[in-house]
């Protein structure tokens, strides 16, 4: 069976040209209407692409003419349609994050990787940790905090020496950025049915932004994060280069 497949593209000049490429030799579909869509970039526009799509019933699968290629695979004109016809299919749900900023405004986004809070000022952020409405840590001085995805666990919160989830795992991460107090504190592995609260201590003097993917709330004073298991991201790879497979080698480099 041929696919109809609508191709994506990021807006630097490999990625178009690229695209340009494919859809002559394979034409093009609406994305509403594909059975496939193929992504061509980097992370960030897959990531981008999984957001824009997520009420599409077509999986995505992407191509690498980015700069990392992570949640990516390899490029690739020839024998397309075969190579989505076997590639394998990992489904991710997001996290969701509410933010009330010191103006009392709620703002809601979703998160692929991770949520994460960031000092926006020259003084350490000061954190105070809730999970499931327990108070787990009283007083957190940090740079920042996050809770990843195992699908971004491999992103910024491995560069924050956090760890790497198997894809399946029923975790998230906890992970501070250079916790000054408690000191070299490395963070926490809490249940993905879990719901953390970040709320900020003296939030004028110590102000914290929050980031979803790159969709960032400025001046937070409180946040709540958990799992969205009502949203499944399919993403689609080549067989023996699917996310788990890549996890566990990226433990080894």
């Keep these: 069976m041929t696919l109809k497949i609508a ?30 869509i193929v992504a061509l970039g980097g992370d960030g526009f897959m990531l981008s692409v999984l957001h824009s799509t997520q009420d599409l019933p077509a999986p995505v699968y992407g191509m690498n003419r980015g700069t990392i290629g992570f949640l990516m695979n390899e490029y690739g004109e020839s024998d397309l349609q075969e190579r989505l016809s076997e590639a394998v299919e990992e489904v991710i749900n997001p996290l969701s994050m509410k933010a009330v900023d010191s103006n009392g405004k709620s703002h809601r986004e979703l998160a692929i990787n991770e949520v994460s809070l960031l000092r926006a000022g020259p003084q350490a952020a000061k954190l105070r940790i809730y999970i499931d409405g327990r108070l787990r840590m009283q007083e957190l001085v940090c740079d920042g905090a996050l809770l990843a995805t195992p699908a971004g666990s491999t992103a910024y919160n491995y560069s924050a020496h956090g760890p790497i989830l198997p894809i399946g795992a029923d975790v998230l991460a906890l992970t501070a950025m250079a916790a000054f107090r408690p000191r070299r504190w490395r963070g926490a592995l809490v249940p993905k049915s879990a719901e953390v609260r970040f709320e900020v201590i003296e939030p004028e003097k110590r102000p914290v932004m929050a980031d979803a993917d790159g969709r960032s709330v400025k001046n937070v004073v409180q946040v709540d994060i958990k799992s969205e298991p009502s949203i499944a991201h399919r993403i689609l790879f080549d067989p023996g280069h699917g996310l788990e497979e890549r996890l566990i080698r990226e433990q080894f480099v």
């Design 7 to 36: 191709f994506l593209a990021s807006d630097t000049g490999t990625a178009q040209a690229a695209r340009g490429a494919l859809v002559t030799r394979y034409g093009n579909f609406e994305k509403e209407i594909a059975d496939v």
